[in-house]
């Protein structure tokens, strides 16, 4: 009997493990389309209902969110025309994305090249170095 209870035990821990979403450092929920580029972890989030991207920015080795950042974003629209946008970035509640407005009311496949700026200290002293990382995601508006 004992082993029955432990291995559905086990067997709930595996499936909730599997099931459950991807969360942030600050264990909120991310949702949207994830990449690594060069050590840093992008996270896309589009949201129709209030023509918006969000794009979080984290240290994919130690999962510190990175809010020290120039980012901007060349979109080429569903029919072929290039917007440029840049996001500021902007802490709501507990989480802090690079956000801003985009008019996705066309239907298509729309191709978002996220360019991202990023300060850090190079050892204990503070000097800073940018890194330039591009994070290449498509949105498709059916």
Known sequence: MKRVVIAYISCLLLLL?????????????????????????????????????????????????????????????????KMDKELPGTKTEETFSFMN??????????????VAKVQYKIGFKSYHSVKTVIFPFTYEVK
């Open 101 to 114: 407005t985009v008019d996705l009311s066309s239907k298509g496949i729309y191709s978002l090249a996220i």
């Open 17 to 81: 493990a599997i099931a459950s979403p991807i969360t942030a450092n600050t264990g909120h929920e991310m949702e949207g389309e994830g990449k690594v580029v060069e050590g840093i972890e992008g996270w896309l989030k589009v949201t129709p209902a209030m023509s918006r991207i969000d794009f979080y920015l984290n240290d994919a080795k130690t999962d510190k969110t990175i809010t020290d950042a120039k980012v901007k974003v060349t979109i080429t629209m569903s029919d072929g025309k």
